[in-house]
């Protein structure tokens, strides 16, 4: 398949009613992006590996990660899923409801008082759909802390909130398409930028995003079929680069 413009938009889209595609969703003019405003996340549960654990990733040369609260949930399975398939050991830096931006902060954070090995896990992008336009200075930011010679992987985005109304849902997927665009964007710019695509497996069949099937809230994984089929992914892509 090749990921034009058009298809990346369409990728994940979610069934909803007609009514509402003619609707007008909020816009920036109207304080937000139809998404609605990022609450605190400061005091949300996270994941962040120990001295104690990251030593023995950079001795082996494994793979750091940085996510939200997908990741707080899927990072344990995804590391004894790497661990069997390619050996190699993996440190977490999550926290639910962080955004792209301090995620990177704590990219440069480690880099300055760790180092880095090879390979950087970026599994963020969900939260960002509040705020889309700051996102592609995030990924140009992660690229120049990593380097010309390590090698980013960076899953997208599929949110359309189920509890949320329909008109927020549509903005959802509509902010979603625009923060995987800038992500096609930068690839093109960063060679060394490979993209786990996440959103273009949900898209690929429609059940895949009904009746909680992959997504049990229209963002979070369901447990073990979406937390597998996107572990799955993210193995895959390290594997094959």
Do not use: C
């Amino acid at each position: 398949m090749v990921f034009t413009r058009r298809n990346l938009l369409t990728a994940g889209a979610v069934t909803i009613g007609s009514s509402i595609l003619t609707s007008t969703p909020a816009t920036a003019a109207d304080g937000d992006y139809g998404s609605g405003v990022l609450g605190p996340w400061e005091n949300s549960s996270k994941a962040i590996s120990t001295l104690t654990q990251i030593r023995p990733v950079l001795d082996t040369d494994g793979l750091f990660m940085f996510g939200d609260s997908i990741s707080v949930q899927d990072g344990y399975s995804l590391a004894l899923l790497l661990r069997d398939r390619t050996g190699d050991q993996i440190a977490v830096h999550n926290w639910s409801g962080r955004p792209t931006k301090p995620a990177v902060d704590a990219l440069a954070q480690w880099a300055d008082a760790y180092g880095l090995p090879g390979r950087i896990l970026m599994a963020t992008g969900s939260n960002d759909i509040f705020n889309p336009p700051v996102f592609a200075a995030q990924i140009d930011r992660t690229m120049s802390i990593a380097g010309p010679n390590r090698t980013v992987f960076w899953v997208n985005v599929q949110v359309a909130r189920t509890r949320e109304t329909a008109a927020v849902q549509l903005a959802d997927q509509r902010n979603s398409a625009w923060i995987n665009l800038q992500l096609a964007d930068a690839q093109r710019r960063h060679p060394r930028l490979r993209i786990v695509r996440w959103a273009e497996f949900l898209a690929a069949y429609p059940w895949r995003l009904g009746a909680e099937a992959y997504l049990r809230d229209g963002v979070h994984t369901t447990v073990p079929l979406g937390q597998n089929a996107r572990n799955e992914l993210i193995v895959r892509a390290i594997e094959s680069a």
